[in-house]
């Protein structure tokens, strides 16, 4: 599915995933997963308006970015 912009659902969360990994330096976890969260909300949001998820996908899709462990810790 694409959005408005030409771009794909898929295309907008992972440049948001990158975008929050690319910032974590192992310190700023919580920051930085309010940052992904609010920015899951704000491309949802956009998705909603356009008609392209329902409610109940956008509520799902964040409950599944406030689980989620973004930024990824990495333990070596």
């Given at each position: 599915?694409?959005?408005?912009d030409?771009t794909?659902?898929?295309d907008?969360?992972?440049?948001?995933?990158?975008?929050?990994?690319?910032?974590?330096n192992?310190e700023?976890?919580?920051?930085?997963?309010?940052?992904?969260?609010?920015?899951?909300?704000?491309?949802?949001?956009?998705?909603?308006?356009?008609?392209?998820?329902?409610?109940?996908?956008?509520?799902?899709?964040?409950?599944?970015?406030?689980?989620?462990?973004?930024?990824?810790?990495?333990?070596?």
């Amino acid at each position: 599915v694409f959005s408005d912009d030409g771009t794909t659902m898929m295309d907008q969360l992972n440049d948001l995933v990158s975008e929050i990994e690319e910032q974590y330096n192992g310190e700023n976890w919580d920051e930085l997963h309010r940052q992904f969260t609010r920015g899951i909300s704000k491309i949802t949001y956009g998705w909603r308006k356009d008609r392209l998820i329902s409610r109940r996908q956008r509520s799902e899709l964040s409950s599944a970015a406030w689980r989620s462990n973004i930024p990824h810790v990495y333990i070596d």
